[in-house]
């Protein structure tokens, strides 16, 4: 049985220790405001989109349909979510089990 696939928008601290500890159990995407690539976590290549405003990798849109979590470490700005912006209908498309959000 593959692993669980989580997105989590954002590359923070909080974000990076959630990942560290729980490698073993999921499959994990990120985003980050820089360019897009892989990278080493506990020995595991993790793929870390670029996401920045009204920039992304559009291939994002593809990963979001095939994970079962969404996590949401992106604060809103003065014009509100962003992620939400962005990604509401490919959200509403996937079929996750979980949308989690930490403020």
Do not use: H, W
Not at 16 to 34: G, P, R
Not at 69 to 91: A, E, M, R, T
């Amino acid at each position: 049985m593959p692993n669980k696939r989580i997105f989590i928008f954002g590359s923070g601290q909080v974000a990076k220790y959630f990942v560290k500890n729980n490698i073993k159990k999921y499959e994990f995407y990120l985003t980050s405001t820089k360019k897009t690539i892989f990278k080493k976590f506990a020995g595991k290549n993790i793929k870390i989109f670029n996401f920045k405003n009204n920039k992304y990798d559009k291939k994002i849109n593809k990963v979001l349909l095939i994970c079962d979590y969404v996590i949401v470490s992106i604060p809103p700005n003065q014009l509100g979510d962003i992620v939400l912006k962005k990604f509401q209908l490919k959200l509403k498309r996937a079929k996750l089990k979980k949308i989690i959000y930490l403020s």
